[in-house]
């Protein structure tokens, strides 16, 4: 992988001392320790299966998404986490997964071209993560703080007998639910709400606004699979399931629709503990995340776009047979 300098203003951050030790090979004196190198920004879209990871945020054990994101990183470029700087869009919950999460990390040096590092990031990763696409971002592109709307999935298989072939993404529910109602009670999510009555207690929640925007609210209906689908400004930790988990209870038709302003009225988990606990983890999924398109276009003269690479056949004839050097080649 070579690395050439970006055109666009470069980002700069503190430097890193130990990565200047380590490609030197010499201490770096006392003077040096204002100096400041240039550093390159990288976003990442990734899909993974979060069925046994300890959700997004990093932790060491129970293994995290973004701890394993990291260990790959820094065995690809010889950094250490804290110049990495991996920032995740979504702090998704343990057994919760993902098609559409975001994220960035930046280096002190540039690519030439984002292929290899992209084959290489997949290559170290567990077959349950995947980095979709990779691209240069510009310096004020920011995963999390840069988000206009995240669409989050939530998939019920409404049938007798649970299709064992999506057990692990899907959550079943053997009654049979009412779907118009569901319908009917998404209506009253949508606008801006206080959702303190479907937030979860965490450390952070003082500095967390409890007004969202909800810009829809889909149930859609495709034979025993019942796909709700949830776009907003954002979501409070633990809302998405508890908002399905009410649902669900609508659905059954043990609650009215009109159940959902009253529960949001009082702004007050306890209200609706009386009713519905989250649902499970599982059929969560965070599908995509929205960014103002301008601030999406790479940097001048930046890496192109990786979206992964086929590999091809070559075909090479020797003495009127046709061989395949690469045909037992992974």
Known sequence: MGSSAIASPPLNLPPSHSYLQQHSGVEVPHQLENLTLPSYKWRMVIAYDGTKFSGWQYQESPPTIQCIMEKALMSITKLER???????SSRTDAGVHAWGQVAHFVTPFSYDSL???????NGFLPSEIRVREISAARPEFHARFSTLSKTYQYKIYNGPIMDPFQRHCVYHSSYNLNADAMREATKHFIGKHDFSAFVNVTRDNGSRDPVKDIFRFDVIE???LLQLEVEGSGFLYRQVRNMVALLLQIGKEALPPDIVPQILATRDRRELAKFAFSAPPHGLCLMSVKYNQELLQPPVDGPAISFGRH???ILVPISGHIICPNLWTS
């Open 82 to 88: 804290k110049d990495l700087a991996l920032v995740g």
């Open 115 to 121: 292929g290899s590092l992209h084959a290489a990031l």
């Open 222 to 224: 495709m034979g025993a």
């Open 311 to 313: 590999h091809t056949v």
